[in-house]
């Protein structure tokens, strides 16, 4: 299946399914950006 990368500004790699809805791909970036803001 297609994926979809987002590169973050700490040059991490968020990898999401592109099967996903765009409300689920957002839910999970905004979880990843929340995990990174330690």
């Not at 994926?3 to 990843?32: P, R, S, W």
Request: aromatic share 10%; proline share 0%; net charge negative.
């Amino acid at each position: 299946s297609d994926f979809l990368y987002f590169a973050a500004e700490d040059d991490t790699i968020a990898v999401i399914d592109a099967g996903q809805t765009m409300a689920e791909v957002h839910k999970d970036i905004l979880a990843l950006l929340q995990i990174q803001d330690w």
